[in-house]
């Protein structure tokens, strides 16, 4: 069973461009620590301040192992460093959550 870590943040209405610079560090450090990162997702219409992430582990323990990997990656402690000195996010939450509608049906296209 594994596990999906969604990250929910809040960020500065005039952070976007620099929380998408943080997004793409992030979708080449995170892959190579382990985790099948699933996307960042920045602000298109509506809020201009909420932005989400999503990937998936096996479990927590490979959670675990992962972050560590990560606090040590070059460039995921420049991108921590980054968003230090920026300070674009204003809040960060995370939730982990388990797939329990698969198997999915293929869609039907009209």
Known sequence: ???TCFIRYEIEPTGKADFERYARNWGQAIPRCGAD???YFA??????????AAYTLDS??????????LAADPLGRENYAFAQEKKFIRREDRIFLKLVSAPHAAPVRP
Not at 43 to 52: C, F, I, L, M, V
Request: aromatic share 12%; hydrophobic share 35%; proline share 4%.
């Open 60 to 69: 927590l323990a490979d959670y675990e192992a992962y972050r560590s990997r």
């Open 37 to 39: 990162l699933i996307g």
């Open 43 to 52: 602000p298109h219409e509506g809020s201009a301040t909420t932005a989400y």
């Open 1 to 3: 069973m594994s596990i």
